[in-house]
């Protein structure tokens, strides 16, 4: 009886503070007051002022863009990744491979930002490509740090399904490319679409990378968001926040909804 | 024969794509670090030169500078005690909400899960900006505490390291918890009941049973914080003050405000080496030694 208390106020407590900022911020947007502190009055002013933003629409516009982009690439590649480490044993210089899939991980995004950048420059005096920064610059950043991400998890599923599906299919005559797309790829269908999910929110949440790889008309909406809060509070923030923890809630209920499918 | 080309081609895409956009970047951050810096652009001068016959201009000056200068040393071991207080912490308040979300029954265990990670999806930022909302000095922790008269005036919370630790710890806590859930959910419950049985009361229960068995998810979720905590920039740029100076901070102004690559360059190296290498190279070794056991 008394352990069965501590566990249920420890679960409490423990979701408490993990919800209670974002209930701030979203009870906060609400605010009729410029002042985000000061309480006013109700009011979805600052809905309606961040709709009329054109730099924030036009950011997350961008910003939605490049993510969907780098994810598919990302998906691409991390499912190859996954696929060749689980299933093909000749890689050459295989530890190098897992050293170049696994390191992005690990790495702090400062770092990996401050490298693409110069790699972006060196390039540019090399070959003439790319003569500024900017969108394009970004996506293949975040496609390169996003890959890693989607090859655990693929490689997570292939680890845990039974070859031998696939070693059947090959004995009643399939080749290697049917095997492929009519059995292997069905079956961890789930955990890429799990992947480009988790790939696309990272890249969407990304500021740091993005800073670094960012040119002109390539204000990413993290980018906004930090200059306009970095010193301060601003109303049309925090509305913003209310709509974008919404539906990146509704995105983190789909991936769930894959994952657990791919489980059972 | 067709197989051999399609394995090929799998391997050798994504191949490709990591050697060209991570691992000569990577190289492209050492060259620079050992380049000889000048004014110009860009700040520094080739390692080749070619004008009297070849010559090789390199020079660890860059590191040098960089480990005798207190500033630079200072702000390293600064964000190491920083990621070991904020790590602790999100081990402290982790391990309890994972073991106990791990023995729940299996639909409110997932339930749970679903709980935790949802702020996890949402924005980093957004939840860094929420803590800059809850600790201004007319914010709502303050508010709390004038009318409990705890205080008389508002403190100031916000722009310090403390708030510094406050955010990290709210931001970072799923990463603790997750894994720590992943290695809790595996192991039998009934060890518990036997390790009871046989007479151990709680603490030793908890020391000698529950602690040793998570032993993995605890360093799983321990590095999963500590080495992203060390390179942080936003957190201590939204939530900090200027009390204390990290590694993130002073290796973005090296580059943006005083615009010495080189000297970023062997900040970001140092880091790889210091930070980063040593944990690749026992994951290396952990998977390849954990292969050949399977099979």
Not at chain 1, 5 to 21: E, H, Q
Not at chain 1, 108 to 126: A, T
Not at chain 2, 27 to 34: C, L, M, P, R, V
Not at chain 2, 246 to 273: C, D, H, Q, T
């Amino acid at each position: 009886m008394k352990s069965s208390l501590i566990k249920s106020t420890v679960i409490f407590l423990g979701l408490f503070f993990l919800y209670f900022p974002i209930l701030v911020l979203i009870f906060y947007s609400f605010n009729e007051n410029k002042r985000v502190m000061v309480w006013k009055g109700f009011s979805l002013r600052w809905y309606n002022e961040l709709l009329n933003n054109e730099q924030i629409i036009e950011a997350f516009i961008i910003s939605i863009k490049i993510a969907a982009l780098s994810a598919t690439f990302a998906t691409i590649l991390g499912v190859m990744i996954g696929y060749s480490l689980v299933r093909i044993r000749k890689i050459p210089f295989k530890s190098f491979y897992i050293f170049l899939s696994s390191t992005p991980l690990v790495l702090p995004e400062l770092i990996l930002g401050l490298s693409m950048l110069l790699f972006f420059i060196s390039l540019n005096n090399v070959i003439g490509f790319p003569s500024s920064r900017g969108q394009l610059t970004i996506f293949i950043s975040h496609v390169t740090f996003c890959i890693a991400f989607v090859a655990i998890i693929i490689q997570a599923r292939l680890t845990d399904f039974n070859k031998n599906i696939e070693e059947a299919a090959m004995d009643l005559g399939y080749n290697y490319t049917k095997v492929l797309y009519k059995i292997t790829l069905p079956i961890i269908l789930p955990s890429i679409i799990a992947g480009w999910l988790l790939a696309f929110t990272i890249s969407l949440d990304d500021l740091v990378v993005a800073s670094f790889t960012t040119g002109p008309g390539a204000n990413t909406l993290p980018i906004v968001v930090f200059s306009k809060v970095r010193l301060g509070l601003s109303p049309e923030v925090n509305a913003l926040s209310a709509i974008l923890m919404f539906s990146l809630i509704i995105i983190g209920l789909f991936y769930f909804y894959f994952n657990k499918k791919f489980k059972h | 024969m067709k197989n051999k080309l399609f394995e090929k081609y799998f391997v050798l895409s994504p191949y490709f794509w990591l050697v060209l956009f991570f691992f000569i970047p990577l190289a492209i951050i050492f060259k620079i670090s050992i380049s000889v810096s000048e004014w110009g652009m860009p700040p520094y001068q080739d390692i080749f030169l070619f004008d009297n016959g070849f010559k090789i201009n390199t020079t660890f000056e860059n590191y040098v500078y960089i480990f005798s200068d207190y500033y630079y040393i200072g702000s390293f071991v600064n964000s190491l005690i920083l990621a070991l207080i904020s790590t602790f912490f999100c081990l402290l308040i982790g391990f309890p909400l994972a073991f106990y979300i791990a023995t729940s029954n299996i639909k409110l265990r997932n339930i749970l899960l679903v709980l935790v990670v949802i702020p996890f999806w949402s924005s980093f930022l957004l939840r860094v900006y929420a803590w800059k909302i809850i600790l201004q000095n007319n914010g709502i922790l303050n508010v709390i505490l004038l009318n409990l008269g705890i205080t008389s005036e508002p403190l100031q919370l916000l722009y310090n390291q403390y708030a510094v630790i406050m955010g990290i710890v709210y931001t970072y806590l799923p990463l603790m918890i997750l894994p720590l859930y992943g290695y809790l959910n595996k192991f039998d419950l009934n060890l518990i009941e036997a390790s009871k049985d046989l007479g151990l009361n709680r603490i030793k229960t908890f020391f000698k049973v529950i602690l040793p068995l998570s032993v993995p998810g605890i360093v799983a979720g321990s590095l999963l914080v500590f080495i992203p905590v060390v390179g942080e920039f936003i957190i201590p740029e939204m939530l900090g003050g200027s009390d204390r100076l990290y590694y993130g901070k002073i290796l973005w102004e090296e580059f943006f405000v005083n615009r010495n690559w080189p000297g970023a360059s062997a900040l970001a190296f140092s880091g790889i080496i210091i930070l980063v290498l040593p944990i690749v190279i026992f994951q290396i070794l952990y998977s390849r030694w954990s292969q050949k056991n399977e099979i």
